[in-house]
């Protein structure tokens, strides 16, 4: 049997240790090893990969272009019930119609391109590391130190939550900065100057007041995110690890089920597993 997370100071990998994957990285070192995989799939994948991803990432744009164009029929309907002009509010209705009937279809087509890449962006790199790992006789290590723990579990879920999370990512990176195009004209348009009081008695006058106010709203949201991503991101690699944990003495239970019951360990199995379990309900108080 290998060795358990109960048996490694895991109390103390909850409490207080700073796994590797998050120890001394900043945004930009995990960005640089992003495009890395990605090359990596590119090469593996030429014509596909790069074509794929055209597809996804043009999914955003287009999705930005629907949603601002759907608001403005909205904005006609509204218009024309003020101003009681029937005509215009059917017309304004049938193009609102139009393109929800677009968006459904636009959803289907990027959910399809999407889905598509994410398998075989899967399966490039799970490819790699199966060949890695299992490879001649490098996944037998008789020290354990300095491997990479749950090696099973980093191929297995690592690979597919990085294809998920990517794809959920890129295409809604490209749609906000698509949006913020679209809709910083408009707003640009409609926003007045804003006076701001001081405490002197006098009064700022801040041209085009709304979109200032919204841009520094986005920046300030945006730096706190950041922030308490760095706190997220600790306890999540945690999370993993200690999950894996539960998952691995759970599936050696089942394995060795007759020694463990011809030797009476029924006891400390259940022990083992109920620890395990406390892993990772004190690790999720600070989580949530």
């Given at each position: 049997?290998?060795?358990?997370?109960?048996?490694?100071?895991?109390?103390?990998?909850?409490?207080?240790?700073?796994?590797?994957?998050?120890?001394?990285?900043?945004?930009?070192?995990?960005?640089?090893?992003?495009?890395?995989?990605?090359?990596?799939?590119?090469?593996?994948?030429?014509?596909?990969?790069?074509?794929?991803?055209?597809?996804?990432?043009?999914?955003?744009?287009?999705?930005?272009?629907?949603?601002?164009?759907?608001?403005?029929?909205?904005?006609?309907?509204?218009?024309?019930?003020?101003?009681?002009?029937?005509?215009?509010?059917?017309?304004?209705?049938?193009?609102?119609?139009?393109?929800?009937?677009?968006?459904?279809?636009?959803?289907?087509?990027?959910?399809?391109?999407?889905?598509?890449?994410?398998?075989?962006?899967?399966?490039?790199?799970t490819n790699d590391l199966l060949g890695r790992w299992l490879g001649g006789r490098n996944f037998y290590h008789p020290s354990q130190e300095g491997q990479p723990d749950h090696p099973e579990q980093r191929i297995q879920e690592d690979i597919y939550n990085f294809c998920l999370n990517l794809?959920?990512?890129?295409?809604?990176?490209?749609?906000?900065?698509?949006?913020?195009?679209?809709?910083?004209?408009?707003?640009?348009?409609?926003?007045?100057?804003?006076?701001?009081?001081?405490?002197?008695?006098?009064?700022?006058?801040?041209?085009?007041?709304?979109?200032?106010?919204?841009?520094?709203?986005?920046?300030?949201?945006?730096?706190?995110?950041?922030?308490?991503?760095?706190?997220?991101?600790?306890?999540?690699?945690?999370?993993?690890?200690?999950?894996?944990?539960?998952?691995?003495?759970?599936?050696?239970?089942?394995?060795?089920?007759?020694?463990?019951?011809?030797?009476?360990?029924?006891?400390?199995?259940?022990a083992r597993a109920h620890h395990d379990y406390d892993l990772i309900r004190r690790n999720w108080r600070p989580y949530t």
């Open positions: 049997m290998t060795t358990s997370i109960s048996d490694i100071g895991a109390d103390a990998v909850v409490a207080t240790e700073c796994p590797p994957d998050t120890a001394g990285r900043s945004v930009w070192a995990d960005v640089g090893y992003i495009l890395r995989l990605l090359a990596f799939h590119a090469r593996r994948d030429a014509v596909l990969a790069i074509l794929l991803w055209i597809l996804v990432l043009g999914a955003g744009t287009v999705q930005s272009y629907l949603q601002l164009h759907f608001i403005r029929e909205l904005a006609d309907v509204t218009n024309g019930l003020v101003a009681g002009n029937r005509p215009a509010v059917v017309a304004a209705l049938i193009g609102a119609l139009s393109f929800i009937v677009l968006t459904a279809a636009h959803e289907a087509f990027s959910t399809i391109f999407s889905f598509t890449l994410r398998i075989r962006m899967r399966t490039a790199l794809l959920q990512l890129a295409p809604a990176i490209v749609g906000t900065i698509t949006s913020f195009y679209l809709y910083s004209n408009q707003l640009w348009l409609l926003s007045s100057p804003l006076a701001i009081a001081t405490p002197f008695g006098g009064q700022i006058v801040v041209p085009k007041g709304l979109y200032v106010c919204a841009v520094v709203i986005a920046v300030v949201a945006t730096v706190c995110a950041h922030l308490i991503g760095r706190i997220y991101t600790r306890l999540d690699v945690v999370r993993l690890r200690v999950e894996a944990g539960f998952r691995h003495d759970l599936g050696q239970a089942r394995e060795f089920a007759e020694q463990i019951v011809l030797g009476g360990g029924q006891a400390v199995e259940k």
